[in-house]
Structure formats: structure tokens, C-alpha cells
């Protein structure tokens, strides 16, 4: 590791193969805490490749329990994280919006490591209880619409490393791997990244990959639709930007969209939009991801269309069922 990190200093970069074996190794506990720390945050220094990028991601597939949901062509709606804005639970929101609107949903995400509430945190407040059994997650899908994959029962390597992560609190090379970790190794996917040179590099990546896709980055630095600025988004055929006006949205304030000081909070936030008792801002935001996601995966033919199938989902109230199912069914 101290002739990999001398070179990763000296700006040099790894092959795909080097990047797959170092992660596996990182996996196996080879090599020691500071060793470690020192390797996660090397890439906030100098820009990853489309190669150590899929290294580290063929690396994270290999060493993961998998489980087969393609029966349902399933998407998932996972942002990096790493932003820094600490907003409330969008994307897990909009899965609920999703699945309302007759797409399911298998959601990777876990507990948070650099804002106060992950997606994980927020159902697990809820009651939620997380499991990798197949039967439970087929369950889940088939009466909610959506399953959630909590990424440490799919990716056990990574104990060795959640810890240094959890002591870092900063956003590290995982965050850019974890939408693209799924281990039901979904078709479909919206992905929120936290920077234009991050986008361009999943963009890249993907477009190696059988998947239907689309990269979402909000020009003002969120890793997902805000409405505080326009948003770039690269789909397989396609790259272009959009305005909350071209949504048929209006734009919102930075302060709209503040998640909570802490988890409590932030459940009051998310269960009172998902009730419509949130602010055209919080409605907004939420829809405007989940619209977006919908075209994506083909639901909608449309970006109206789109939208107009996330509000109804929303305004209608069949979301808080779908969110209320899952909470049922995914109970201990």
C-alpha cells in the first residue's frame, strides 16, 4: 500500500485491474486503519478515472451478496451524497412517488456519513427492519412497490471500512460507488452526482453497462433536482439542461429544502410531505425527482407526462400508502 499511495500522490493513477484487487484487499482487511484513511481520501485531492471507478465498482459486485429482483424491473433513485447541503430525504421520498406511479422500486442506501439523516436512518425511525432475504425483499416489492437494500447486509466486506469512514465524516470515493452498487443490479436507475466531473465520469462508465440511466446534477451543486437552479441531465442518448420552468415548476430557496437537525426532525419533515402537508417547495422538489425518474425509466413518455404522474402520485395520497404499506410489511 505505500508504493500505491506514493504514486496515487504523485498523481499517478491505477488500471482497472490494480483498482479492483487494492478494494478487495481494502475488503480483506490487508492493510492498516491509517493505511486506509489515507487511500479513501486521496480522491478528494485529485480526480478518479473511468478505470479506478470501475475497478472499484467490478470489485464491490464481485464481493456482494446479490439478489435477483428482475422479475419486477425495478429502478432505483440513489444520489452520492457528499454534497454537503444537507437537504431533507429526497430520493427516498420520490421512491415512494415512484412506486405509487406503477414502477417498483429496489433502493440502495444506508445510514449517513456526511448529513444528519441517511436513507436508512429515516425507515429505520419509521420501524423499518432491514433484511437481505429474498423472500422478505420479493414480499416487500410486490405489496409496497418498492424493497429497500441497506447496503451493509448486501456488502459485508466493507465492515473493515465503515468505521474509518463513519470517524472521516467526509465523503470519500464510496460515495461516488454507492449508486452504482446495487446488488439487485438494476436495468434502470436515476443518479444524483455531486459534481459536472463526476457526472461525466458515470456518464462515461455507464455507458459501458446494459442499463437505462439517468445522470441528474443540479448546476448549483446538489446531487439531485433541487429547483434552486437548473440541472444537468445524461441519459444513454441524450445530455441537456433544464430549468425548473421547463418542468412546469417554479424555482425554490436553499431554505426550503433544509432536512432537520436531526433524525427526529427530519421524520417530521418527511412524513408531513408524504401527508401533503408540506410546503409547495418540499412538494415541488420531491415531485420534480420523481418525475424525472419517471420518464427515465419509460413510465412517461413525456417530461409532462412525468411530472403530472409524480403529483398525482403525491397529491393523491397513494404514495403515504405505499409508504405505509412498506412500513407494515417491513416490520420485525
Known sequence: MKEVLNNLFEYKSLNKDDAKE??????????????VASFLTVYLMRSITVDELQGFREAMLELCIPVDLSAYD??????????????????????????????PVAKHGNNSVSSVCGSSNILAHFGAKFSNDPGQLKKSIESSGICYLHAPLFHPAMKNVAPIRQELGIK???????????PAFVKKQLVGVFSLELARLYAYLYQRYDSQFAIIHALDGYDEISLTSGF?????????????????LSEVDPSDLYGGKDVEEAARIFYGI????????????????????????????????????????????E??????KFIEVNRA
Do not use: H
Open 232 to 248: 444537468k441531465m445524461i441519459t444513454r442518448n441524450n445530455e441537456f439542461i433544464l430549468s425548473p420552468g421547463d418542468l412546469g
Open 74 to 103: 425495478p429502478i432505483d433513485l440513489c444520489g452520492t451524497g457528499g454534497d454537503g447541503k444537507d437537504t431533507f430525504n429526497i430520493s427516498t421520498l420520490s421512491s415512494f412517488l415512484v412506486a405509487a406511479a406503477g414502477q
Open 274 to 317: 408524504l401527508e401533503g402537508k408540506g410546503s409547495r417547495a418540499q412538494s415541488d422538489v420531491v415531485i420534480a425527482n420523481a418525475g424525472m425518474s419517471l420518464y427515465g425509466s419509460g413510465v412517461a413518455s413525456s417530461v409532462k407526462e412525468a411530472i403530472d404522474k409524480a403529483s398525482e402520485a403525491l397529491k393523491s395520497g
Open 22 to 35: 487494492i478494494l478487495k484487499n481494502l475488503a480483506r482487511g490487508a492493510y492498516n486503519n491509517s493505511q
Open 319 to 324: 404514495a403515504l400508502k405505499k409508504f405505509n
Open 172 to 182: 470519500t470515493f464510496f460515495n461516488m460507488l454507492g449508486p452504482m452498487v446495487n
